[in-house]
């Protein structure tokens, strides 16, 4: 184990000795980005490796380059992403570890005056997705593979359909320094969120959901970080609760979204508003979401979103008649897409409408609209395992699996 380790730091240096002369002695080139942080967060089903940098960049076509190990020179299997337009001279010479079962490391090195090289080193490899994120500009790696086991063995994840609805993450949208959109009154859609999330996870609880929330409090949180806390969590189902903005005072209503890369106006605004991304970045941002598959999630969320919906409709108009039925719509969500759960936004009403607005700020309003998405949720439960009697066993089995490797 040692030996190994060891192995793997001496092919560590001997793949920055192959980045660095180039750096000796000579100035770093005008014009040239940075990068700001790297990041790596091991999921069930694959780690991510986050590189923010302080440009926007394209990337090569040849994109992220695979090298079969060679053991000959002591080299893991690797990836390397050549990263045009971006200065990293030696700030991550000494490599960040992973060491996850399926990652070794990622190292960063000044490949050419003008080029920074991003390596990977694997430990298991299957197959990665690649994309590139704007506002702040990521590259985002995702390597896919039969994690060596590092302690107790697992069974690993089932397919959503398999799965029983166990944990619920409520991701109050916002908060701290972002507060989302500002409506009549200096009514603001952080505390909105915020109130209805609450009352929202109390209500699951009631129905013996685990519940867990992304924020309890007003502070800020980036999409990733609420994508992590709910992929930690293991969870099972994600609802992002936000409330609606509009420049026209009559726009007014309820509406909910799952996932997707399809261009449709009005999403487009509304998700440039919810991905705090101008709406012109969204173009490469659909490009690259249109490049993933949605896969078996996007049924259930689907089935989700159809659920919570026809609940909030039906009940919400107990309180008010007049309330618009928005419907069911899609967006290209960061927060949606990069969850590997079933998952759902809500766009409660219009701060910027008078009676969305009146209602919104009711906390009366508030739980009935908490009452209404939690019964949704409920009957999706229900939905799911009332399954095949074969899939229900399966999932059961995978449950207590999942539950025994939280405690690892
Ligand atoms: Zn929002």
Same mark, same amino acid.
Do not use: H, S
């Given at each position: 184990m040692i030996g190994r380790k060891r192995g793997t730091r001496f092919a560590r240096l001997l793949g920055l000795i192959c980045l660095l002369p180039?750096? @000796?002695g000579v100035e770093r080139p005008p014009g040239l980005g940075d990068v700001r942080e790297v990041r790596t967060w091991s999921y069930p089903d694959f780690t991510r490796v986050v590189v923010e940098l302080t440009e926007e960049i394209e990337l090569p076509k040849n994109g992220l380059v695979r090298l079969k190990a060679n053991l000959g020179a002591g080299r893991p299997e690797r990836l390397y992403l050549d990263v045009p337009g971006i200065w990293v001279g030696r700030r991550f010479e000494s490599g960040i570890e992973v060491g996850d079962g399926l990652l070794d490391g990622v190292r960063l090195g000044q490949n050419t005056l003008r080029n920074t090289r991003l390596v990977i080193d694997l430990e298991r490899y299957d197959h990665h997705r690649l994309f590139v994120l704007p506002s702040p500009a990521r590259i985002v790696v995702d390597v896919y593979g039969e994690r060596r086991r590092t302690r107790a063995d697992s069974t690993g994840r089932l397919p959503a359909e398999l799965r029983k609805v166990h944990t619920v993450v409520v991701d109050p949208g916002h908060g701290g320094r972002d507060p989302g959109a500002t409506g009549i009154g200096g009514l603001r859609e952080k505390d909105v969120n915020l109130a209805i999330s609450k009352k929202l996870a109390q209500r699951l609880e009631e129905h013996g959901f685990e519940v867990v929330l992304t924020r309890r409090d007003d502070r800020a949180l980036t999409l990733e970080e609420r994508t992590a806390i709910a992929e930690s969590a293991d969870g099972d189902v994600f609802i992002s609760i936000h409330a609606n903005a509009s420049r026209h005072a009559q726009t007014r209503g309820f509406e909910i979204y799952t996932l997707d890369a399809n261009h449709e106006r009005h999403s487009l605004e509304v998700a440039a508003r919810e991905n705090r991304v101008p709406a012109a970045s969204l173009d490469p941002l659909q490009r690259a979401l249109a490049r993933l598959q949605a896969g078996e999630l996007a049924s259930q969320s689907e089935r989700l979103a159809s659920l919570v919906h026809e609940n909030v409709i039906r009940g919400a108009r107990q309180r008010d008649r007049t309330l618009t039925d928005l419907g069911i719509k899609k967006g290209p969500f960061y927060v949606l897409f990069m969850s590997s759960m079933s998952s759902v936004l809500v766009e409660?009403?219009? @701060?910027?409408n008078q009676r969305d607005a009146k209602l919104l700020r009711s906390p009366q309003f508030q739980s009935l609209l908490a009452k209404q998405i939690a019964d949704g949720v409920d009957r999706y439960r229900r939905q799911i395992e009332a399954g095949p009697a074969a899939s229900a066993r399966l999932a059961k089995g995978a449950a207590i699996a999942r539950r025994n490797d939280g405690k690892l």
């Open positions: 180039v750096l @000796v409660a009403g219009f @701060v910027t």
